[in-house]
C-alpha cells in the first residue's frame, strides 16, 4: 500500500530541502520554540524531561482540545526540532490538523527502546537493553496523564520513532495497539533479537483490538531492517481494513542516515491528515 499520489506531491514540493536524502550530513535544525517540565518516574526510577510544543493558536483558542504526536528522540540536540519544523509546515499548509507535540529526549537510548534479546550481539550495544516494557509503562501511566493534566488535548495519540525508536512503535503496536491510535515508524531495527517481534506478530494481529488504528512504515537501503519490514508488511495483508489503515514506503533512495528527514514529512502527513 502506498501514500496517494496527491498528497505525495504536496509533500514533495513542500519539503524538496528535507527530501534530499542523499546528503549523508543533513542540516541541522534551528530549536523551535517549546515548553518543558520534568517527569519524576517512580517506573525508570529517575526524572524525564519532557519537550513540547504547542500549535501556533493554542493560546488563542482558549477552548479547542488537540490531538497529541509523542516523539521518540526528542531532546532539542535529536529528532525534536526536524518534526516540529515539519508538523507546523504541513499544519500551515492545511495538509494536516494542528497537533501538540510531545517530544521525549533520551537518557538511555538502547534500554529504553529494545525489547529482551538473547542475541549476544545485541547485549553488548549498551551496558542496558531490554527495557521497553517499563519505558512504555512510563509513558502510559506516568507521561500521559502528565500532558493531559497540563494541557487541552482530546484522546487521539499518535507516536513517531525511527530505527530503535521504531522497533518501540511496532513493538507497542503490536503488544499493545490501544496506547496510540496512529504509529509511525522509520527504518524500525527489526533485526533485534533476531527478529522475533516479526516471527511473533501473527499471533498479535490475530487478536488485533478493534479500534482503528492507522500504521505508517518506510524503510531505507538497509537490508536487515527492509526484510523483515517487508515480512511485517505482508502480514499485515491479513488485517481487516476495519480494524486498520496502513501504509508500506520502501525507500531505497534513501540511507538509514536520511531516512528521517527524507521520509519522514510523507510518513507524518499520511498519518495525521
Given at each position: 500500500m502506498n501514500i496517494s499520489r496527491p498528497l505525495e506531491s504536496i509533500v514533495a514540493v513542500v519539503f524538496v530541502t528535507s527530501s534530499l536524502g542523499a546528503q549523508n550530513k543533513p542540516p541541522k535544525?534551528?530549536?523551535?520554540a517549546h515548553d518543558t517540565f520534568t517527569v519524576a518516574s517512580t517506573v525508570l526510577k529517575e526524572s524525564r524531561l519532557i519537550n513540547v510544543?504547542?500549535?501556533s493558536d493554542y493560546r488563542a483558542a482558549s477552548v479547542q482540545h488537540f490531538p497529541v504526536l509523542y516523539m521518540l528522540d526528542g531532546g532539542?540536540?535529536?529528532?525534536?526540532p526536524r518534526v516540529v519544523h515539519t508538523i507546523d509546515s504541513l499544519t500551515t499548509l492545511g495538509v494536516i490538523r494542528p497537533v501538540i507535540v510531545v517530544g521525549i529526549p533520551n537518557t538511555e537510548r538502547r534500554r529504553d527502546l529494545t525489547g529482551p534479546t538473547r542475541v549476544a550481539k545485541d547485549s553488548a550495544i549498551a551496558p542496558l537493553v531490554g527495557g521497553s516494557g517499563p519505558f512504555r509503562k512510563f509513558i502510559r501511566d506516568e507521561l500521559m496523564p502528565a500532558v493531559r493534566a497540563r494541557y487541552r488535548n482530546t484522546d487521539e495519540r499518535g507516536i513517531v520513532g525511527e530505527s530503535l525508536g521504531g522497533l518501540f512503535v511496532i513493538e507497542t503496536f503490536l503488544i499493545e495497539p490501544t496506547l496510540f491510535n496512529h504509529y509511525v515508524a522509520l527504518d524500525p531495527s527489526l533485526w533485534w533479537n533476531s527478529g522475533a517481534l516479526v516471527s511473533a506478530a501473527p499471533a498479535?494481529?490475530?487478536?488485533?483490538?478493534?479500534?482503528?488504528?492507522?500504521?505508517y512504515l518506510t524503510t531505507s537501503n538497509v537490508d536487515d531492517i527492509t526484510t523483515p519490514t517487508s515480512q511485517l508488511a505482508a502480514l499485515l495483508r491479513g488485517v481487516p481494513p476495519y480494524k486498520l489503515?496502513?501504509?508500506?514506503?520502501p525507500r531505497p533512495d534513501l540511507t538509514h542516515a536520511t531516512i528521517f528527514r527524507g521520509a519522514g514529512p510523507a510518513a507524518l502527513a499520511s498519518a495525521l491528515k
Open positions: 535544525d534551528e530549536g523551535p510544543h504547542l500549535p532539542i540536540d535529536e529528532d525534536f498479535y494481529l490475530r487478536a488485533f483490538d478493534n479500534g482503528k488504528k492507522s500504521l489503515t496502513w501504509v508500506y514506503e
